[in-house]
Each structure stands twice: as C-alpha cells, then as structure tokens.
C-alpha cells in the first residue's frame, strides 16, 4: 500500500522560500510507472495544481507558478520536493504531494493524461510575519 | 478563473441520480483523458474516475464518468448523505502543458 508524507514548516515569512519534502512509504519512486507531484489548495477554495517530476528529473510546472517552482528528486531517499521561492500570503494553502500515473499519445512523447492515485494527507504552510 | 467550468454546487435526495458537469475546449478535454476526484471535508483527495470512464478498485460502481466532445460528466447514482463532498474534475492541457482543474462542485445530499 503506497503511502505519501508530506513534512516541512508550517509557517514561513514573507519574501521566504517555502520548502516541503514529500516521502514515499510502500514503494519505489524510481518505479517509472508515475510522474510525482504537488498540488495545493488555499483554506476555503479550490485545487491549484503546482508541477510534476519523473524519477529522471524531468519536470512539467503550472505556467503561473514556473518563475518561483523548483522540483527536485532524490531517488536514494525515496523523495522528492518542492521550493517555493518569494512567498506571500496568497500562497498560504495545504500542500499535498501526489503520485501522478500518466498516459502519453501514442507514437509520441507528449503527454495526455496525469491522474493522481496516491496523495499525501497534505499539510498547511502559512506565510505570514 | 478554472480553465475547466463546474457548477458550484448541486444537490440531490438519496435514491436520485446526480450528474456533475465539466466544461472545457479541444486543448483540454476534447483531446485529453479526464479524472474525477471526490474531497470529503477536511480530507485529501481521492481518485474516483480515471481516463474518463475508469474506476480504481474499491471505488463503488455507483459512481460513473463519461464524456462527449468538450465536457465531461460525472454520475453519481443513489447518492448517500457520505457522499456530501466537493467534488473535481481534473485533465492535461495541451496548449498550457499543464494539468487543469475544475473549480469544484459541492454536494448537498438532502
């Protein structure tokens, strides 16, 4: 049974880096069968999809968050994590780490589906002073 | 503003059938596969549908995708009160090389 866990501050100031490690339990992260990823969602509101990597490094990052998202991978550890540079208080959310199994277009190396099977129980990053 | 359009809100007597609509375009849901995910309050997400129509084990067959050009529908049927969620659909965009989410739909089971 894979299970994912999100650890890392619970507050951060503002101008900060937010940084969260996720650790994959009951399975290998070098698996191949899954990108890994993180979404968040602010109190009272939707989900907000943050990026994705592969065991390789290979990474996809929302278009909105690109400029101030690094995710990295170590494959020794069985994680991976997300960097959030320059906070505010808009990105005060629970984060939560997911396993992202994905579906290519045949004949092609561009993606057409991620879906997320596995998700950590999230965890609540404040960004305030 | 969702690239995927929801309803805010729906809601049903236990026994009827609910159905949650997904709206988008061809770079989305027209050409892409689509999840649905159901988020009990104060909880993670979970998978309740994958590549539009697909169940993964343990999920009842109660709950049903489907989808047809553009939009994606999610049938709930017999809803029961455990059922009062948010709930989202989900899928890549081609275009923004991104995945997408709707902006969640809350069930009221009345």
């Known amino acids: 049974q894979l299970h994912l866990q999100e650890s890392g501050p619970g507050l951060v100031g503002p101008s900060e880096t937010l940084s969260l490690t996720c650790t994959v339990f009951?399975?290998?992260?070098?698996?191949?069968?899954?990108?890994w990823g993180w979404i968040r969602q602010p109190p009272g509101k939707e989900l907000e999809w943050i990026g994705l990597?592969?065991?390789?490094?290979?990474?996809y990052y929302s278009p909105s968050l690109r400029s101030r998202v690094t995710i990295s991978v170590d494959t020794s550890e069985n994680q991976f994590s997300l960097s959030l540079r320059s906070v505010t208080a808009a990105d005060t959310a629970v984060y939560y780490c997911a396993r992202a199994p994905y579906d290519y277009i045949w004949g092609s190396s561009r993606p057409r589906s991620f879906y997320f099977d596995s998700w950590g129980q999230g965890t609540l990053v404040t960004v305030s002073s | 503003q969702s690239v995927l359009t929801q309803p805010p809100s729906v809601s049903a007597a236990p026994g009827q059938k609910v159905t949650i609509s997904c709206s988008g375009s061809?770079?989305?849901?027209?050409?892409?596969?689509v999840s649905w995910y159901q988020q009990l309050p104060g909880t993670a997400p979970k998978l309740l549908i994958f590549?539009?129509?697909k169940r993964p084990s343990g999920i009842p067959d109660r709950f049903s995708g489907s989808k047809s050009g553009t939009s994606a529908t999610l049938v709930i049927t017999g809803p029961q009160t455990g059922d009062e969620a948010d709930y989202y659909c989900e899928t890549w965009d081609s275009s923004l090389s991104a995945v997408v989410f709707g902006g969640g739909t809350k069930l009221t089971v009345l």
């Open positions: 590549d539009d129509n």
């Open positions: 990597i592969y065991y390789s490094g290979s990474t």
């Open positions: 009951g399975g290998s992260i070098s698996s191949g069968n899954a990108y």
């Open positions: 061809s770079s989305n849901i027209g050409n892409n596969y």
